[in-house]
């Protein structure tokens, strides 16, 4: 199971703005997440608007099961 952690539009970019402020591009922060996943510190289907973090990252509590942006709808439970 991984842990999706998404960002509205322009979220992420603000995320990553640098020390003087400078907030990056979309072109910019496409290569922060490329260079991310060389890493392995995120996943191979992570995007600017969904980072998806392996399966450490997420027993830390950071991210979540369910993502509008990769399409995983909450599993249906029965609940008593
Ligand atoms: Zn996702």
Request: include cysteine.
């Amino acid at each position: 199971m991984l842990g999706h952690a998404e960002f509205p539009p322009g979220e992420l970019n603000k995320i990553m703005a640098d020390k003087s402020g400078k907030i990056p591009s979309n072109n910019a922060l496409n290569l922060y997440v490329g260079r991310a996943k060389k890493w392995g510190l995120i996943e191979a289907e992570s995007n600017r608007r969904c980072l998806v973090l392996p399966m450490h990252f997420f027993q830390k509590g950071i991210g979540d099961e369910t993502c509008d942006e990769h399409g995983i709808r909450p599993a249906k439970r029965f609940r008593p």
